[in-house]
């Protein structure tokens, strides 16, 4: 099993006209959060049948493929990655996948938010049993790249999963005046997450927070809560706005 057996895999599933869609979708536009990155036109299932087929890929040839130009190509070396670090039986070995996978986003090639989510929940449970280790979420969530701020944010599902919500809540509280939208959906995406297995979680963290929520966010938190519910946190952000627009007003 070799790097080059698995970009051949790749470039034999490549479809052109998928290409042009993924380019579109994912942002790759002058400007855009995805710019420059290069698709071949793979689906997901494909670069996940080709992942399983490759799952033995010792970590230097992984690396080969995670700083590779094609979106797909690092995607499927991510899902190796996570596999191996699932199968990983001594704490040794996860480290070293970890610092592998960490130094993939900082370096830049872990660089849309397909590639942390596919990753980020998995390499989380690095983190859970170490408090000192959790330092590294604040360290990312300050950072200037958007993809460490998601990170620090989707670190935390492995969090939620094993029925630990405090530092969840605690970036989703400091995201709150994050400028990009992938961050506040992210934090939508992981409260949305807390308050399918303890609503109540989630209403506390609502009343302090939902007048001042980026509405993005809100509506992602709050997506399977009953109607009323909705519409009454909804309520509440749009009667703090408009207070804040008389009071503004009253200035003038």
């Known amino acids: 099993m070799s790097s080059p057996e698995i970009l051949t895999a790749l470039h034999e ?15 790759t536009g002058r400007g855009q959060y995805g710019e420059g990155d290069v698709f071949i036109g793979v689906s997901v299932p494909q670069v996940r049948e ?15 493929l995670l700083v590779s130009p094609e979106h797909e190509v690092r995607l499927c070396a991510l899902i190796i990655l996570v596999n191996r670090f699932k199968r990983a039986r001594t704490d040794v070995e996860r ?48 950072s200037t790249s958007l993809w460490e ?20 809540l605690a970036l989703a509280e400091y995201h709150l005046e994050d400028e990009q939208d992938l961050i506040h959906k992210a934090c939508g995406w992981m409260l949305r997450e807390i308050g399918n297995r303890d609503v109540k979680v989630l209403r506390t963290f609502l009343s302090k927070h939902a007048a001042v929520m980026p509405r993005t966010e ?7 809560l009953d109607e009323d519910e909705r ?19 009253q200035l003038y």
């Open 13 to 27: 599933s490549a479809d052109p006209a998928r290409a042009l869609h993924s380019a579109h979708y994912f942002k």
């Open 149 to 168: 701020r998601r990170l620090s944010i989707m670190f935390t599902f492995a969090f939620i999963r094993a029925g630990e919500y405090d530092d969840a």
């Open 231 to 249: 519409q009454a946190w909804l309520s509440a952000k749009l009667n703090a706005k408009l207070t804040a627009q008389l009071s503004q007003e």
């Open 95 to 142: 480290s070293e996948l970890f610092a592998l996978y960490l130094s993939s986003v900082r370096d830049g090639y872990v660089n849309n938010w397909d590639l942390i989510d596919t990753s980020a929940p998995t390499f989380g449970e690095y983190l859970l049993p170490d408090t000192d280790r959790r330092s590294l979420l604040m360290e990312l969530a300050q």
């Open 50 to 64: 080709i992942a399983r087929t490759y799952k033995s890929l010792p970590p230097a040839e992984i690396l080969e």
């Open 218 to 224: 809100l509506r992602y938190a709050i997506e399977k």
